[in-house]
């Protein structure tokens, strides 16, 4: 079983910047989840459906929705079991309750969320 939990949301003016973190704990299969599995943050926006924001592949590879790109980086620490997603030049529209995910023993996992909002 593995936990996750996010932190580091909050409220921001556009143009601002947060970066969120998302902590896991429990037995995995590896010491480090994030950087043995592929790992993902998703958000999702009042009346609307979850949506992939960024993921981050075992051996480096990145990638991001197309609203995001070049404003946000989704990065983990190897000596600790953590992963971040900074968010720069945030916009109104990127207002919505971010998760991490990370499948482990093909099995998905996801923290509680932690909320966003960006004041225009």
């Known amino acids: 079983q593995v936990q996750l939990v996010e932190s580091g949301g909050g409220l921001v003016q556009a143009w601002g910047s947060l970066r969120l973190s998302c902590g896991a704990s429990?037995?995995?299969?590896?010491?480090?989840?994030?950087?043995?599995?592929?790992a993902k943050w998703y958000r999702q926006a009042p009346g609307k459906q979850r949506e992939w924001v960024a993921l981050m592949t075992p051996h480096g590879p990145t990638n991001y929705r197309e609203s995001v790109k070049g404003r946000f980086t989704i990065s983990a620490d190897s000596t600790s079991n953590t992963m971040y997603l900074q968010m720069n030049n945030l916009e109104p529209e990127d207002t919505a309750i971010y998760y991490c995910?990370?499948?482990?023993?093909?099995?998905?996992?996801w923290g509680p969320g932690t909320q966003v909002s960006v004041s225009s």
């Open positions: 429990g037995t995995a299969s590896s010491p480090n989840v994030f950087t043995a599995n592929t």
């Open positions: 995910n990370v499948e482990d023993k093909m099995r998905p996992y």
